[in-house]
């Protein structure tokens, strides 16, 4: 197998193909679709994403502190794009594609997206000024979880909303378990 070498670039592929729900003090919210966003630490919960300062949810984020990642599903793909690709300057997203406005739970003025299974909560505590994004790296408040895909022990089957990814350009619905942690070392009964 033969390898080219190309310009550096981002490449790694696939990720989480999210929507961001933004609100200012003044009462504005708006969606943005991020695909580069990722956990950061465990204990404390924190997670990071990179928006570009031009996008017109910067400032509500920059403003506020506070924002929450939405995961999508194969059921939300078309609001995904469309979320992505058009700005809130110039429509209203929610309206345009029938999208609830949720409550958090901790004290955060931006709201969730009812539609989505999870709804992430954050307090940005750093901004880091990168280049063409600027990381917004966050402390994780609350999450919400939609309980219909809790099993009847109480475990939430999140690989059963649809998931879906981003990776080169397309969208991705997550497939077929291939395995779970720990079970290549796991011993054989």
Not at 62 to 75: A, I, R
Not at 132 to 160: P, W
Request: proline share 4%.
């Amino acid at each position: 197998m033969a390898k080219q070498i190309w310009k550096p670039g981002n490449m790694v592929y696939p990720l989480p193909a999210a929507m961001v729900s933004v609100g200012d003090k003044a009462g504005n919210t708006n969606i943005l679709t991020i695909a580069w966003t990722g956990t950061l630490c465990t204990n404390p919960a924190m997670l990071y994403i990179s928006v570009r300062p031009e996008r017109y949810s910067y400032h509500m984020i920059q403003e506020s502190g506070e924002f929450v990642v939405n995961l999508t599903t194969k059921d939300l793909a078309k609001a995904t794009d469309f979320c992505g690709v058009r700005s809130g300057k110039d429509v209203d997203k929610w309206k345009e594609m029938h999208l609830t406005q949720g409550k958090a739970n901790a004290l955060i003025y931006a709201p969730t997206i009812e539609e989505c299974p999870v709804n992430i909560e954050c307090k940005v505590v750093e901004v880091k000024e990168l280049g063409s994004h600027h990381m917004f790296i966050a402390n994780v408040e609350a999450v919400q979880i939609d309980d219909t895909y809790l099993d009847e022990s109480g475990k939430f089957c999140l690989n059963r909303t649809g998931l879906m990814a981003y990776s080169h350009g397309e969208y991705l619905e997550l497939g077929e378990k291939i395995g779970t942690f720990g079970y290549s070392v796991k011993k054989q009964k």
